[in-house]
């Protein structure tokens, strides 16, 4: 499947998370994004080092200044179940604008046609890591990785493209 890119709509399909009472919710995409401004964030694993201490951090960050420039909510995605999702979101306490969302069984990966095989490392197929744009479902911005890189899909890559 080709990746997903500028001008497509993303595809609607279900992900997992906790909400505030921590509750799990299965929810389509749609639900979350539609009529919204929408960054879609996914990076291949949950305490992985990259995603721990560069990916998630940027976008806690620069929360308050995405929002200032019109995002409605940021979306923390991965191939993980959201007990996992969970725990590695009360590892920021800092955090209150990012949600973090599971994709269990990486599902919603592929019909994104953002699969990374990292099987030769013992993580099966997870997300590559990529931060999306979307303006009510349709996709602005499109930045996705090569292998385990991060140089495109950061928080300030976004605001730059805002």
């Known amino acids: 499947m080709a990746p ?86 009360k590892t920021y306490p800092e955090n209150k604008h990012v949600k973090f969302v599971a994709d269990g069984s990486g599902e919603y990966t592929h019909l994104l046609g953002l699969e990374l095989d990292l099987k030769d490392k013992g993580l099966g197929v997870r997300s590559r890591r990529f931060a999306l744009l979307l303006d009510n479902l349709k996709v602005t911005v499109a930045n996705v990785e090569s292998g385990g890189e991060f140089t495109v899909s950061s928080a300030d890559d976004i605001l730059k493209a805002l």
């Open 4 to 89: 997903i890119t500028v001008g497509d709509v993303v595809p609607d399909g279900t992900i997992s998370f906790f909400d505030e009472n921590d509750q799990l919710q299965t929810v389509s995409v749609h639900s979350l994004a539609a009529g919204k401004k929408v960054i879609l964030f996914g990076v291949p694993g949950a305490f992985t080092p990259t995603c721990s201490m560069k990916h998630v951090p940027g976008f806690i960050e620069k929360a308050e200044e995405l929002k200032s420039k019109g995002v409605d909510e940021i979306i923390c995605f991965s191939v993980n179940d959201p007990f996992v999702m969970k725990a590695w979101g």
